[in-house]
């Protein structure tokens, strides 16, 4: 399955250049990772075991501008699961009204103990999430 959302850029967004600013990219594709993990719940599926996820890496290719008031449309899926269960790679792309692709970002996360502050697994309805979203 592919996760797929949807926004309108904001005059407050544009740069001094007159298009949106590069930090704006970034906040769009956190921005669909959150509302990927509150529609499944993901925080019921972690928090008991008081775990969270952190981010190790994350890359922006940036293709295109965009401007005032264009809809953008973000697609997301996971393309890696490590064998442990405790890291996974995260793939969004990003296309215009006329889905053009705009940027490409990527994203490599674990999951945090937050007692031990140590990696830890996935629990195992976190795994099957990921696995459902994965290309």
């Known amino acids: 399955m ?3 959302t949807s926004h309108r850029i904001l005059e407050s967004q544009i740069d001094s250049t007159g ?4 930090v704006q990219y970034y906040a769009f594709f956190k921005s ?13 599926l972690v928090s008991p075991k008081n775990l969270w996820p952190i981010v190790f890496h994350e890359n922006c290719s940036f293709k295109k501008e965009l401007y005032f ?16 269960h405790n890291k996974w790679t995260a793939q969004f792309i990003m296309y215009d009204d006329s889905m053009n692709e705009v940027a490409i970002y990527e994203s490599h996360h674990g999951i945090l103990d937050k007692d ?7 629990p195992q309805a976190a795994i099957d999430l990921v696995n459902r979203y994965m290309k």
């Open 19 to 22: 298009h949106l600013s590069n």
């Open 116 to 122: 031990t502050r140590k990696i830890s697994s996935l």
């Open 32 to 44: 669909a990772f959150y509302e990927f993990l509150n529609e499944n719940n993901f925080v019921d």
């Open 2 to 4: 592919i996760y797929t």
């Open 69 to 84: 008031n264009e809809t953008i449309e973000i697609k997301f899926y996971f393309t890696d699961l490590s064998s442990k």
